[in-house]
């Protein structure tokens, strides 16, 4: 097993209101791997996924990244939002450089790092387009392509295919998959969907709700060089699928 | 639009020609009036006052209640501490305050400027602290993952994200504004448009006075519409919200 | 953790906050004419106590009241007028537009030319004031029925008849009273523009009298009584009208 990039030691989260969300959460995250935070709606795993980009406060606990201890957000770490979180009055030029920007890179440095990656997230020629002109699936490319522009190790994803229709989900799956194998990038990502933990990861953390704890760690035994449509034929995938459901149905 | 307004103005003056009313003259005779005030000294310099005062009122409006509508919104113990003060105040009598100024300020120019600043600025306030508290949280909390600092949080994510709101507010305060200008020098008395509203009715100069009623609200509508056409611009954004 | 007692509490915190500015400014002093809250206070008490307040409030409330009814009966039906009839739409949507942004306070002084200084100028100061917002709201009320809803009533054969009475004016309700709010609202700042303006009586005699007379202390507080009033007033009708018609 490779090195941990990211560990999380005995982590654990009460909201003001009282509502413990997380409690006493032990995970590592090997690097250059793609690991997956999988459990039912309310157990706490976009919270763990919030902690570990230090946009909120644990009450317990430690989160380590490279090696440092972290509490707040980091430049080794980039977030990819649910909600894509695009600001609506800039084109997709200036929100995929929008992370540079805020580290006042130059303008012309910065859109030209913007251009290769909106290339490469399968954009080119919408640069200049609002978000509000672009479909559910590709402003979370323009999302993606903002958290690679950075070029953070760690790349956080918080559900990025839940407001995307199922054709789109299922090939920006692939192309996420592809991105990754190039860039070497570690990947801490959160569903709700089994499918989708089991095609993409190669570890899952099941969650338990309430307060969420991790339940099992799930390595699926699924071979990654053949074609997305074999895998997703594959005996190892079904049988994860098959495997983690039976885990999780008892909380449901 | 203009073709309905073109048939009130016909009906107007047809209730005119016909004598029905004596404080209706035609509205002809109005247009005439208004074209033959319009370059005397007497309508310049209360046009000029009153632009003045308008626009200095609406100036101290803007730079005082956009900061503390945002305030309001960050900082929970200024916005628990005045909220509702302001909301008391947004839709208050605040012509009853005019006598309160008049004494403490003076009778004059600066009375006015204040009553124009009253009447706009509790909108103003308001619609900020609405736009930044509803600004989207996961666009905050993008920001920041991405290491904004807290001076970057406000201009580049903060204010663009409540413009909508804070537009809104600055049309509102706006119409507010010239109703407070005309309030304010109505009650003063002594001053701008509003000496010349009393003068003409108390001269019976029905023409002139219709004329300078026409001249005000068209003024009103202006600002109004000018305020909304820049809405529009960025109305786009408020939509994929 | 800040439940209903750590609203109380920022409540009173507000208060103290603002009548403790008020008590400084005025024993700074900011101007002779400015007096604390404290002596302000007592001499609202003092009026209270003289029945000089209740007095002057049943003069100022006849013609606001009776402006706001009858603005509210014709404005309200105008209103409805405008949002179903096409034509009455194209005729006084413009102008009704344009009186919304407009200082309607400017024809103030030609009232008291025409019909004197008596309860008539009054009550039409407050509808001048009041009616605009009331027959727009009225009327986007009328026009914000959601078509799903209209075409549901179609789809079971419903006729134009009950698709106004059954769909339309029970989805415009709400608009409709927050227009009236709304309209309450600027008929306080009609009342107090014409009791000052036109000829003072009732809470604008309070004002202006002991202005005269330099009674800064009784000028105040019959002023924050007519904005309390107010305040109080619109709020009670909010709170009514959450309860009448909640949202979502």
Known sequence: MTDAIVEVKGVGKVYDNGVEALRDVNLAFPEGQLSTLLGPSGCGKTTLLKIIAGLIPHNAGEVWVKGKKVDGPGPERAFVFQDFALLPWADVLRNVAFGLELRGVPRPEREEVARKYIAEVGLKGFEHRPPNQLSGGMRQRVGLARALTVDADIILMDEPFSSVDEQTRRKFQEDLLDLLRHHQKTVIFVTHSIEEAAYLSDQIALLSPRPGTVSKIVRPAVDRSRSPDEIRRDRGYLDTVDDIWHILRQYV | ?241 | MTGISGQRAWQLASFVFFFGLWELAGRWPVSAAFPPFSTTFLALVEMLRDGSLGKAYLITAQPLGIGIALCGAAGIGFGIGMGLSRTVEWLSLPIFIILQAAPMAAIIPLLTYMYGIGLTSKVLAVIMLAAPVIVMNSYKGIRNTPPSLLQMCRSFQGTRRQEVVKIVLPHAAALIFTGLRLGLAMGFIGIVIAELLITPTGIGDLITYNSSVADYPKMFAAIASIVAVAAISLHLLERLERRLFPRD
């Open chain 2, 1 to 241: 639009m203009l073709l309905s307004l073109l048939v009130w103005a016909a009906l107007w003056e047809a209730v005119g020609q016909a004598k029905l009313s004596s404080i209706v003259p035609p509205f002809s005779s109005v247009v005439e009036a208004a074209i033959e005030i319009a370059p005397t000294e007497k309508f310049r310099n209360a046009a000029i006052i009153t632009l003045r005062s308008f626009a200095l009122g609406m100036g101290l409006a803007l730079a005082i209640g956009i900061p503390l509508g945002v305030a309001m919104a960050r900082l929970k113990g200024v916005g628990r501490l005045l909220g509702m003060w302001v909301n008391i105040f947004v839709s208050a009598p605040i012509s009853a305050l005019v006598p309160i100024l008049m004494a403490v300020v003076g009778i004059g120019e600066t009375t006015v400027v204040v009553t124009v600043f009253l009447f706009a600025v509790f909108v103003i306030i308001l619609d900020t602290q609405v736009g930044v508290t509803h600004a989207d949280r996961s666009l905050v909390e993008m920001a920041r993952s991405f290491g904004a600092r807290r001076h970057q949080l406000y201009t580049k994510v903060l204010l663009l994200s409540a413009l909508p709101e804070i537009l809104a507010g600055v049309r509102l305060g706006a119409i507010r504004g010239v109703k407070g200008v005309v309030i304010g020098q109505l009650l003063v008395a002594i001053i701008g448009v509003g000496e010349l509203f009393e003068l003409y009715s108390n001269h019976f100069l029905m023409e002139e006075f219709w004329a300078l009623v026409v001249v005000v609200f068209l003024f009103a509508f202006a600002v109004s519409e000018a305020i909304a056409a820049l809405e529009r611009r960025v109305e786009y954004y408020a939509a994929s919200r």
